[in-house]
């Protein structure tokens, strides 16, 4: 068991006065099976209307808007996160059940193609070569290794919202690219798969009260029985180091704010994200 805070900040300067700002805030993290939610505070700058509620997927989302003359809005999410990443037990599923009928159409929505996760068909043979002879749990975590080996983490080559079909082709991308590259890799050997964004702490020695500089990060929850955490990236199954802010197909479902303002020009957008270990 961990515990770990995260306050993650999101300040927007703007080149000239904005009139009027609505956004929709992603940034409190999830309650479920493997972490609390101990506290959770969203505070927005201007002081403004808001509004909670839980979208399709389950996420927690925070709806506000600013209706006064600002130059800069400032929001600030801080959490208290209980984490008790048990070992997952060991799903005694096969193929035929995941191709069966009752398991398409309850998990139709990870198994379906979005412009986002559709991956090439090179990509959909690495998988078909990787799965070969294996059952599902292992042939899941085999195809994400086998994607993740021949990719390069380059940052600031790609964006969220850019194609896995597009990562694919460079040969390079971040923490959304391998978890799209990696859904679209299950999904097209008939896996149910979901895309997850939350925190990494990225320092598993650090020492209790010490705070560092974290990560917003994104990873993925294949289906074989039960949903199983994975982290692409970093090769590894989800851990004491995750912190699960929201699920959904792709990164579209569960971006951390999106909004629009009213206002001329441009605005210089900063985040931080800082963890500290509590326990």
């Known amino acids: 068991m961990s515990v770990l805070r ?22 409190r993290p999830a309650t479920d099976r493997r972490q609390t939610v101990r506290s959770s505070r969203l505070d927005v700058r201007p002081n403004t209307w808001a509004d909670e509620y839980r979208d399709y997927w389950g996420t927690a989302v925070t ?33 035929e059940r995941l191709g069966g009928d ?3 159409d309850a998990y139709a929505p990870f198994l379906v193609e979005t412009p986002t996760t559709a991956v090439p068909d ?4 690495l998988a078909l070569d990787a799965a070969a002879g294996l059952a599902p749990e292992a042939a899941a975590e085999a195809i994400c290794l086998a994607v993740r080996d021949l990719l390069e983490y380059v940052p600031g080559v790609t964006t969220v919202h850019t194609p896995a ?23 097209s050997v008939g896996i149910p ?31 074989v029985g039960e ?20 699920r959904g197909r792709e990164y579209d479902d569960v971006p951390p704010l999106k909004g629009v303002y009213a206002g001329a020009g441009g605005s210089d957008l900063d ?4 963890v500290t270990r509590l326990a």
Request: contains cysteine.
């Open 6 to 27: 995260v306050v993650h900040t999101t300040s927007f300067d703007y080149a000239a006065p904005v009139t009027a700002s609505y956004n929709e805030a992603r940034m």
């Open 227 to 246: 949903w199983v955490g994975y982290d692409p990236t970093n090769r590894r199954p989800v851990g004491r180091d995750h912190v699960v802010v929201g």
């Open 63 to 95: 709806a506000f808007e600013v209706l006064r003359s600002h130059e800069r809005l400032e929001i600030v999410s801080e959490s208290v996160v209980e984490i008790d990443a048990n070992e997952p037990g060991e799903p005694e599923i096969t193929w």
């Open 165 to 187: 079909a597009e990562a694919w082709e460079a040969r390079t991308g971040v923490c959304q690219d391998m978890a799209h590259l990696a859904i679209g890799a299950l999904r």
């Open 102 to 104: 009752v398991v398409l």
């Open 271 to 274: 985040v931080t994200v800082e």
């Open 193 to 223: 798969a979901r895309y997850v964004s939350g925190y990494l702490h990225p320092k598993p020695d650090a020492g209790v009260g010490e705070t560092v500089v974290g990560e917003s990060h994104a990873w993925l929850e294949w289906w």
């Open 122 to 125: 090179d990509v959909a043979a």
